[in-house]
């Protein structure tokens, strides 16, 4: 009585697993029969589910119900749990019930102890695929570099970094990238076996994409590349970003930057009255924060932070976002 719990907001990887665990307990001839794909934002869908695992596979092989969205260890209804509970004690040992979400299990609630505990008893397998933040640079180059390696890729640093600025850590898109690279390697090399190494000058040949994200431009604006910053701004906003939405994610993260360098200018190092004055509810990221602020002046982000309300009010009076930008952020440099 197999029962897979895999959370995490990677759903590529996520489906990879899914479709793996399926190739290699189902029956291609009995598979129609013996898949459900369930969602559990509906409750008829769960019912459903709950009913089905406890249905024997018809033929060879297992059968696998997957109920994405699944609230059983994210949300609390009791009524919920005590069904999940009673039909674990009868559920075949040739089917699988895969518990996905996005979220991670909630500790706090009965259904996920009780999970916990089925894990113990090795009833229950746990599984995350969890993508880096977006603000986590590094995370995104170590997420990057195991999906290179997976795919028999070396990457110098260089190249790595370049792939990163294109693509992100979008998950598909660095997958298909990185097969068509494989397959240019393969082909240079004339060799498709061998371990392929990708360096600065393939990616700038094979990568075409331009990916700007807020998180980017917040790095040029720290680092007092002003010049930088206007150039993914321009992007976005040729893009059809919305002027007044972009300035506004601005002044949130230049915000939180502000008083994380404040606050430990000041001394204080309580990482939850941190986390409570600058709005971060993950306490891992002032970690980053207060590295990519180390050589940034309380002045300088005091001043950006005036310059960004300036451009608020500008663009309310309805100016061009683009001159707007331009002529409140060169006066930084």
């Given amino acids: 009585m197999p029962i897979q719990i895999i959370w995490g907001n990677d759903l590529n990887a996520c489906k990879k697993f899914i479709q793996k665990i399926i190739d290699q307990k189902v029956s291609k001839t009995w598979g129609e029969i013996n898949i459900s794909y369930l969602n559990g934002d509906e409750d008829n869908q769960i019912k459903q589910a709950f009913d089905e695992i406890l249905i024997p596979p018809l033929g060879d092989g297992s059968r696998v119900v997957v109920l994405k969205n699944n609230p059983i260890f994210t949300n609390k209804n009791e009524e919920i749990r005590i ?22 299990p909630d500790t706090r609630l009965k259904s996920t102890k009780f999970i916990q505990n089925l894990i113990k008893k090795n009833l229950a397998i746990e599984t995350s695929f969890s993508l880096p933040d977006i603000w986590d640079y590094e995370g995104q180059i170590r997420y990057l570099e ?19 600025d294109s ?16 397959l240019y390697l393969s082909a ?25 994200n807020i998180f980017k ?8 590349k002003i010049s930088d910053s206007l150039i993914e701004i321009h992007y976005l906003l040729k893009k059809g970003e919305p002027a007044l939405r972009l300035n506004a994610g601005l002044i949130s993260q230049i915000r939180m930057h502000t008083i994380v360098k404040l606050l430990h200018k000041s001394g204080e190092q309580d990482l939850s009255q941190i986390c409570k004055i600058a709005n971060i509810s993950n306490p891992k990221r ?31 009076k309805g100016n061009n976002p683009i001159n707007v930008f331009t002529e409140n952020l060169v006066n930084l440099s």
């Fill in 83 to 104: 069904k999940f509970e009673k039909i674990c004690q009868n559920i075949p040992t040739n089917t699988y019930f895969i518990l996905q979400n996005t979220k991670k």
């Fill in 146 to 164: 195991v999906m290179a390696n997976s795919m028999n890729i070396n990457l110098d640093k260089e190249a790595a970094n370049l792939i990163i």
């Fill in 167 to 182: 693509i992100g850590n979008d998950s598909v898109n660095l997958m298909s990238e990185l097969a068509k690279a494989k």
């Fill in 188 to 212: 240079a090399n004339n060799n498709a076996n061998d371990e392929l190494t990708l360096k600065s000058d393939d990616v700038k040949k094979l990568f075409n994409d331009h990916q700007s």
């Fill in 217 to 224: 431009i917040i790095d040029h604006l720290l680092q007092n």
């Fill in 286 to 316: 002032i970690f980053f924060i207060r590295r990519k602020v180390n050589n940034t002046s309380a002045d300088f982000l005091i001043k950006l932070m005036s310059n960004l309300l300036n451009i608020e009010s500008s663009l309310k």
